[in-house]
């Protein structure tokens, strides 16, 4: 896989909603946006704020002997550390409803702010402070404030866990019913989608209409998917496209959906599995390796790069209307006859949903399919 700066960390999200859910008890997520996000993306973001130039020196707490000054040392406060973690196990405990252990690791003092780094669901994430903690970067973020808002939130979530659940939203049903699937073509927990929905879409491909859709942000979203990251593309009206893991998931998005409109549903379901197995799983370059998946199942390859070249941007813009007509920014998210799914990404569960959304179940319906599940059911957003 070409790495494009550090992938932003998925979200553990079983309702796959993570940016701007709906709902009553969930509304007070709207208010942490801003944070949320900006931390998630803190790693294309921090190139720009601070260049690579800057001399990153590893510190030890200040000493009698080497005494710290607040104007030119970072200086590690323990008790601020200690404020900071649980800002972030709150942030990640609204966001995804679990209580996932974030760790201090070690500090480093860089120019005029310090990074402290935090160990969350296996890796290392950096969270940039003010000399005197009181501002959390890549935006200017009061940390009294934000400490207060994410208190206020959490009593409201955690009261919301009492009341009573709502109506459930039941799927409309119709003689073909409409499934897409919203995804990133390298979101992990989007992979493990399609590998589940694969089986589902060969069964039955003849009687649903069933998309892939490629979710698309831009600068809306975030700063971050700007056209000046060098991670999106841009068409000839200033529009901008951007993927959350950098462009080569975005072309990578492309190619999948030329792949869908030219052999249909079930050469894509073989293709992204293709893809997600040889070339993602095993770390490979996905500017070679989208092509050796090709090559094996038989694609013409030249006719997939010349309708790239021609319909780019069409698919971009029918992506992007989707994606955002929908609010369907997290990776993955099934949406069966417009009401969104929400129960577990088995391919058993993924074809009860879909057959419960025909007027009549035809025949393949009583076809068993897997009922495991591959990882956590978690999201990208």
Same mark, same amino acid.
């Given at each position: 896989?070409?790495?494009?700066?550090?992938?932003?960390?998925?979200?553990?999200?079983?309702?796959?909603?993570?940016?701007?859910?709906?709902?009553?008890?969930?509304?007070?997520?709207?208010?942490?946006?801003?944070?949320?996000?900006?931390?998630?993306?803190?790693?294309?973001?921090?190139? @720009?704020?601070?260049?690579?130039?800057?001399?990153?020196?590893?510190?030890?707490?200040?000493?009698?002997?080497?005494? @710290?000054?607040?104007?030119?040392?970072?200086?590690?406060?323990?008790?601020?550390?200690?404020?900071?973690?649980?800002?972030?196990?709150?942030?990640?405990?609204?966001?995804?409803?679990?209580?996932?252990?974030?760790?201090?690791?070690?500090?480093?003092?860089?120019?005029?702010?310090?990074?402290?780094?935090?160990?969350?669901?296996?890796?290392?994430?950096?969270?940039?402070?003010?000399?005197?903690?009181?501002?959390?970067?890549?935006?200017?973020?009061?940390?009294?404030?934000?400490?207060?808002?994410?208190?206020?939130?959490?009593?409201?979530?955690?009261?919301?866990?009492?009341?009573?659940?709502?109506?459930?939203?039941?799927?409309? !049903?119709?003689?073909?019913?409409?499934?897409?699937?919203?995804?990133?073509?390298?979101?992990?927990?989007?992979?493990?989608?399609?590998?589940?929905?694969?089986?589902?879409?060969?069964?039955?491909?003849?009687?649903?209409?069933?998309?892939?859709?490629?979710?698309?942000?831009?600068?809306?979203?975030?700063?971050?998917?700007?056209?000046?990251?060098?991670?999106?593309?841009?068409?000839?009206?200033?529009? !901008?496209?951007?993927?959350?893991?950098?462009?080569?998931?975005?072309?990578?998005?492309?190619?999948?959906?030329?792949?869908?409109?030219?052999?249909?549903? @079930?050469?894509? @379901?073989?293709?992204?599995?293709?893809?997600?197995?040889?070339?993602?799983?095993?770390?490979?370059?996905?500017?070679?390796?989208?092509?050796?998946?090709?090559?094996?199942?038989?694609?013409?390859?030249?006719?997939?790069?010349?309708?790239?070249?021609?319909?780019?941007?069409?698919?971009?813009?029918?992506?992007?209307?989707?994606?955002?007509?929908?609010?369907?920014?997290?990776?993955?998210?099934?949406?069966?006859?417009?009401?969104?799914?929400?129960?577990?990404?088995?391919?058993?569960?993924?074809?009860?949903?879909?057959?419960?959304?025909?007027?009549?179940?035809?025949?393949?319906?009583?076809?068993?399919?897997?009922?495991?599940?591959?990882?956590?059911?978690?999201?990208?957003?």
């Amino acid at each position: 896989m070409t790495k494009k700066d550090e992938p932003k960390e998925a979200q553990k999200d079983d309702s796959s909603c993570p940016v701007g859910c709906s709902g009553d008890n969930k509304v007070w997520l709207v208010a942490l946006l801003g944070f949320l996000v900006g931390l998630l993306v803190m790693y294309l973001a921090m190139p @720009a704020l601070f260049p690579p130039e800057v001399t990153v020196v590893e510190v030890s707490p200040p000493t009698e002997e080497t005494p @710290a000054t607040a104007e030119t040392t970072f200086k590690l406060n323990e008790a601020k550390v200690a404020e900071i973690t649980t800002v972030l196990q709150d942030t990640y405990l609204l966001n995804t409803g679990e209580d996932i252990p974030v760790t201090y690791v070690r500090y480093e003092a860089q120019g005029t702010h310090g990074v402290l780094y935090y160990e969350v669901m296996g890796q290392e994430m950096p969270v940039y402070v003010s000399m005197d903690y009181q501002y959390l970067y890549p935006s200017a973020i009061d940390l009294d404030q934000m400490k207060s808002e994410i208190a206020a939130a959490k009593e409201a979530y955690l009261a919301s866990l009492s009341e009573e659940p709502a109506e459930p939203v039941v799927t409309p !049903t119709s003689a073909e019913p409409e499934v897409q699937l919203f995804v990133m073509s390298n979101c992990p927990y989007g992979n493990q989608a399609e590998n589940g929905i694969v089986s589902v879409v060969s069964l039955l491909e003849d009687e649903v209409a069933f998309e892939p859709v490629y979710i698309i942000y831009d600068e809306s979203i975030h700063p971050a998917y700007s056209a000046e990251s060098g991670e999106c593309l841009v068409d000839e009206n200033n529009v !901008t496209y951007c993927s959350m893991h950098g462009l080569y998931e975005l072309e990578q998005g492309v190619r999948e959906k030329v792949i869908f409109n030219i052999y249909g549903e @079930a050469v894509w @379901a073989e293709y992204v599995t293709g893809i997600n197995n040889d070339c993602y799983a095993l770390d490979q370059d996905i500017e070679t390796c989208w092509k050796d998946v090709a090559y094996e199942m038989g694609l013409d390859t030249t006719l997939i790069e010349e309708t790239y070249a021609t319909d780019l941007y069409t698919i971009l813009a029918r992506e992007k209307q989707l994606t955002f007509a929908t609010e369907n920014f997290g990776s993955p998210a099934l949406v069966i006859n417009g009401v969104k799914y929400s129960g577990s990404r088995t391919a058993e569960n993924y074809k009860t949903a879909i057959c419960e959304a025909f007027d009549t179940e035809p025949e393949d319906c009583v076809v068993e399919l897997s009922s495991t599940q591959e990882a956590s059911a978690g999201s990208c957003g």
